[in-house]
C-alpha cells in the first residue's frame, strides 16, 4: 500500500493568482497522476508526473496553465496558475505502482475561486 | 473509444434490501476493471477489482465481456454503505500513458434505516 499525504487540502484564492498543491507519498512508485474533480462531475485526468521529464498531459490540459514537476519517486507538485473560478475543484494525486493494480488517492485539494 | 458509463446518479434502497449499482464500459482491449468507494469525509479507495473475483464487505462484481458490464452488488444493503461509489477502468491514457484510470461519473448509495 501506499500513503499520500496532499497539501494542502483547501484554499480560497484570488483569480489571477497561482496555487501549487504538492503530493508526498511514504514509498517509491512507479507512476503518479492528478486528477480534477469539478462540482458534480467525475474524476478527469489532468496528467501522468514523470520524473525527471515533463509531464504527460491529457487534451485539454496544457503546461502553461497545469505546470507539474515530479523531482523523484516520492513527490510530485501541480500548480494551478492564472486560476479563475472555473478552477473551483478538487485536485487529486494518485499514485500506482508498477505491476501492482490498485491506485492509491491523496484526500484532494479543495480549491475556491473568488 | 475508452469509456466508463454509471447510467444512476443516485440509488436509494433501504436497509436490508438488494443493491445494484450498474456500469458498463467501452474499451478495445481487455480491460482492468474497478470499483473505488468514497466514504464521507474520508479519501476514495479501492473497493474491489474484476481480476481477484472476490467479496468485500458483501459486495461483488462480475465483469461480463458479452454486455461490457462490471455491475456491483450486495445482496442485504447496509447504512454504512451509504457512499459514493464510482466504477473505473485501467487503460491508455489519450496522452499515451498507461496505468492511469478512467472513471464513471459515479453513483451516489444512500441507503434508509
Known amino acids: 500500500s501506499a500513503v499520500i499525504s496532499q497539501k494542502p487540502s483547501r484554499d480560497i484564492c484570488q483569480r489571477g493568482t497561482s496555487l501549487t498543491i504538492q503530493c508526498q507519498v511514504d514509498?517509491?512508485?512507479?507512476?503518479m497522476f492528478w486528477y480534477r474533480q469539478q462540482p458534480g462531475q467525475s474524476l478527469t485526468l489532468i496528467a501522468t508526473?514523470?520524473?525527471?521529464?515533463?509531464?504527460?498531459?491529457e487534451s485539454g490540459f496544457v503546461i502553461d496553465k497545469f505546470p507539474i514537476s515530479r523531482p523523484n519517486l516520492t513527490f510530485s507538485t501541480l500548480t494551478v496558475s492564472n486560476m479563475s473560478p472555473e478552477d473551483s475543484s478538487i485536485y487529486l494525486c494518485?499514485?500506482?505502482?508498477?505491476?501492482?493494480?490498485?491506485?492509491?488517492f491523496g484526500q484532494g485539494t479543495r480549491l475556491t475561486v473568488v | 473509444a475508452q469509456r466508463v458509463t454509471q447510467p444512476e446518479k443516485l440509488l436509494s434502497v433501504f436497509k436490508g434490501a438488494p443493491v445494484e449499482l450498474k456500469c458498463n464500459y467501452s474499451?478495445?482491449?481487455?480491460?482492468?476493471l474497478f470499483w473505488y468507494v468514497q466514504y464521507s469525509r474520508q479519501r476514495l479507495q479501492l473497493l474491489l477489482r474484476?481480476?481477484s473475483r472476490e467479496s468485500i464487505k458483501g459486495f461483488t462484481a462480475d465483469l461480463n465481456k458479452g454486455e461490457t458490464s462490471f455491475h456491483l452488488k450486495k445482496p442485504f444493503a447496509q447504512e454504512e454503505d451509504s457512499a459514493m461509489y464510482y466504477c473505473?477502468?485501467?487503460?491508455?491514457?489519450?496522452?499515451?500513458?498507461?496505468?492511469?484510470?478512467?472513471f464513471g461519473k459515479g453513483t451516489k448509495l444512500s441507503v434508509k434505516p
Open positions: 508526473a514523470n520524473q525527471g521529464s515533463e509531464a504527460t498531459y
Open positions: 474499451y478495445s482491449g481487455s480491460p482492468e
Open positions: 474484476h481480476i
Open positions: 473505473a477502468l485501467s487503460g491508455l491514457s489519450h496522452g499515451g500513458s498507461q496505468g492511469n484510470l478512467i
Open positions: 514509498s517509491q512508485v512507479t507512476m
Open positions: 494518485s499514485v500506482r505502482g508498477h505491476g501492482v493494480a490498485e491506485a492509491f
